[in-house]
């Protein structure tokens, strides 16, 4: 079996659906559910017996090590993580608990585990870490995309607590041996996205009629890729990756953040359109910039294509059509995420007018 982390979260809980839908290995999914992680994700799995959900910190090392010796995983796939930029700049200290300490204590009790494994066991085990273009930081508009061997830059607190944890990761390799591989993905969306990112707040604020808010002017860009190619990806690198390698993972989809909102709005208009006859275009709105805001990212995907045949199956306008359909489809869904919780951080975030 498979110890997953983070996995109620968006793609934790996109990965761990593909995983048991494809293969009858077992998941232990270890999440402290704070407000992004949400069983409801995995309702279609309560009776599974693959699934083993545990609600737990991957800061408390006696869960993990008891974990570890109960179950005896061949893998970690490690998604959990703080991972919303504007929280970060109103809230760096969770993001430095989780992201940082989180992986070094997984790091750490995955080290502890392998020590007691028989040679064969330690050979085939992997822990992957799951990181971000990020860290990479802002790119010009004429610079190449991302390739794995781009230096550091992170602007954000965001940015660099997972920059933090890649270190670790990496150190870990060299001076344990740790079998780690690390993969550097670009802008996720699909279904079971936290609607406080671009595209579900979008969609969601668009049908209650309420303001898409844009900051600043709108033209920074983003490499769009469909949750299900990134969990494809990371599937890949679990099978044949290299400990010790990264690997980049983009949708070859570079977008303005005013061209994303722009295509959602006419898919809604489509879809469901609004009941006055308006497009939903008409409710964009200019606000205040994101502080040390990132122009532009995108991602040179050529090493996974090479080494391990993977390239993105969905196009943006296939993939953002099926998320589309998806929030509309699951109306209670969103009504369900929309807890008081969610309430404050829209009002800290946009004030109380939103
Ligand atoms: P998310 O915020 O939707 O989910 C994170 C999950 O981690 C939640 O279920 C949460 O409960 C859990 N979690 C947080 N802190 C924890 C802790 N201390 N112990 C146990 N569980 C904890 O995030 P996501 O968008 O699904 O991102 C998953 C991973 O992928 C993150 O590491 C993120 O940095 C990375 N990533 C995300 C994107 C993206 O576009 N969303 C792109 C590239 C990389
Ligand atoms: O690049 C990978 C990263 O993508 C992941 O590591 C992060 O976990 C994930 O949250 C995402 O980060 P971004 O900051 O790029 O995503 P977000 O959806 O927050 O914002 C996308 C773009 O849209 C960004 O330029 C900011 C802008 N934006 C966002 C919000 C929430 C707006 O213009 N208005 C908004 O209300």
């Not at 992997?126 to 802002?138: L, Q, W």
């Not at 991302?146 to 607590?161: C, D, I, K, T, V």
Request: proline share 6%; glycine share 8%.
């Amino acid at each position: 079996m498979i110890l997953v982390t983070g996995g109620a979260g968006f793609i934790g809980a996109n990965f761990t659906l593909d995983w048991l839908h494809a293969s009858d290995e077992p998941i232990i999914n270890l999440d402290k559910l704070t407000y992004a992680g949400n069983l409801e994700n995995l309702a279609s799995l309560a009776n599974d017996p693959r699934h083993i959900f545990v609600r737990g910190d991957i800061c408390d090392r006696a869960l993990i090590d008891s974990l570890l010796a109960t179950h005896q995983p061949r893998a970690i796939v490690h998604f959990a993580a703080e991972s919303h930029v504007d929280r970060s700049i109103h809230g760096p200290g969770e993001f430095l608990r989780s992201n940082v300490e989180g992986t070094f204590t997984l790091l750490e009790a995955s080290r502890a585990y392998l020590s007691g494994l028989d040679e064969k066991a330690r050979a085939g085990f992997r822990f992957h870490h799951v990181s971000t273009d990020e860290v990479y930081g802002s790119l010009s508009p004429e610079a190449a995309p991302f390739a794995e061997g781009h230096p550091y830059a992170p602007n954000s607190p965001y940015s660099a607590s997972k920059a933090a944890s890649d270190h670790l990761a990496r150190a870990w390799h060299k001076t344990y041996g740790l079998p780690v591989t690390t993969s550097h993905c670009s802008n996720n969306y699909g279904p079971f996205h936290f609607p406080e990112k671009l595209i579900p707040l979008v969609i969601v604020n668009a049908l209650a009629g309420k303001p898409l808010p844009i900051y600043g002017d709108g033209l920074q860009v983003r490499d769009w890729l469909y949750v299900g190619d990134h969990c494809a990806a990371i599937c890949r690198i679990l099978e044949d990756g290299r400990p010790g390698e990264t690997y980049n993972i983009g949708g070859w989809n570079e977008m303005s953040n005013l061209e994303i909102v722009r295509q959602v709005c006419a898919l809604l208009d489509e879809l469901r359109p609004r009941a006055d006859g308006q497009p939903y275009r008409s409710q964009m709105v200019h606000v205040a910039d994101r502080p040390g805001h990132d122009r532009r990212y995108a991602i040179d995907a050529r090493k996974m294509e090479r080494e391990l045949g993977w390239r993105p199956k969905e196009t943006f306008a296939s993939g953002i059509r099926r998320t589309v359909h998806w929030y509309l489809e699951h109306e209670d869904w969103v009504k369900n995420v929309q807890s008081g919780a969610y309430q404050e951080w829209v009002t800290k975030q946009y004030g109380a007018e939103s």
